[in-house]
């Protein structure tokens, strides 16, 4: 595999502890904090560990942000396994407090009624520049002091449909879009349904906060806002591959007391797979003057 996917699949396969616990490693993603979908990808698969069934639902919330610097641990509690669903309790822990919690449920797939919206029409995966080549583009927009941290590879490709040049926003519909998927295939020896669920986890939350930020002219990197997950649910409806193209198609419905909330669809082959909502803060604060 290529070497960010590999190390995609390294940080989102956990070292099981004792019955139950398991410890994850920390990368430094996107700050000073621990990235929200790595969290979210890590428990994700902790649970999945305790159950031979998919996901089908994730309910979360982030308590405290966390530190880049140390291992997560993750304690799952097997809440029920009943004939047709399963419900797993995980708790986060760092530096002895709990920085993260989840509810997440399992059920095998299953025929029944079948219905969805239709899917977006937006230009293919293939026509479109990806995230790095965007970079470069506006490279002369971008902060020495930050420069390195913003040009250097993320673990997945994105795609862009409607890029924004986050250090000059505008006002804008609070839509946004673009195609996502890791680097290379899965390997074979590694290829399991928790682990395309834990990936699309982790993908799941870049740029979904940021869509409710979009109508009012500002990106998470506005030195006037304050902004960070507050809680974040994720619904599985069909199969899928996170090493596929997948378009993620977001919007926002409301800002209000300093709080955004945005929703999310995960298209892939015609067929929405995924489905995903988050609230996150989003304050002005001021700004000292010289």
Wanted: charged share 20%; with cysteine.
């Amino acid at each position: 595999m290529n070497a960010l996917t590999q190390e995609l699949v390294e940080l989102l396969s956990l070292e099981k502890l004792e019955e139950n616990i398991f410890r994850g490693i920390s990368r430094n993603l996107v700050g000073k904090r621990v990235f929200g979908g790595q969290v979210l990808g890590q428990a994700l698969r902790a649970a999945s560990y305790t159950t031979d069934r998919p996901a089908h639902s994730l309910h979360a919330y982030f308590l405290f942000g966390g530190d880049v610097n140390a291992p997560i641990i993750y304690e799952v509690d097997r809440i029920r396994d009943g004939k047709s669903f399963v419900s797993r309790q995980v708790r986060a822990i760092q530096h002895g407090r709990t920085i993260f919690m989840c509810m997440v449920s399992f059920a095998h797939q299953e025929e029944g009624l079948n219905y969805q919206i239709s899917e977006p029409e937006y230009p293919p995966a293939e026509s479109l520049k990806n995230e790095a080549e965007l970079i470069k583009q506006m490279i002369e927009f971008i902060p020495e002091n930050v420069r390195a941290s913003f040009t250097r590879d993320r673990h997945v490709e994105i795609r862009p449909i409607n890029p924004q040049n986050p250090f000059q926003p505008q006002p804008e519909a609070p839509s946004y879009a673009h195609y996502i998927r890791t680097h290379d295939r899965i390997a074979a020896e590694v290829d399991q349904i928790s682990l395309h669920q834990a990936i699309a986890a982790f993908y799941s939350d870049f740029t979904l906060m940021t869509t409710a930020l979009r109508p009012h002219g500002l990106s998470y990197i506005s030195p006037s806002l304050q902004c960070a997950s507050i809680d974040h649910a994720m619904y599985f409806h069909k199969p899928f591959r996170a090493d596929e193209w997948m378009l993620y198609d977001m919007d926002a419905t409301q800002s209000a007391s300093s709080r955004g909330l945005n929703f999310g669809r995960m298209w892939q082959n015609g067929e929405l797979v995924c489905s995903t909502t988050q609230e996150g803060l989003i304050r002005l604060r001021e700004i000292e003057t010289q």
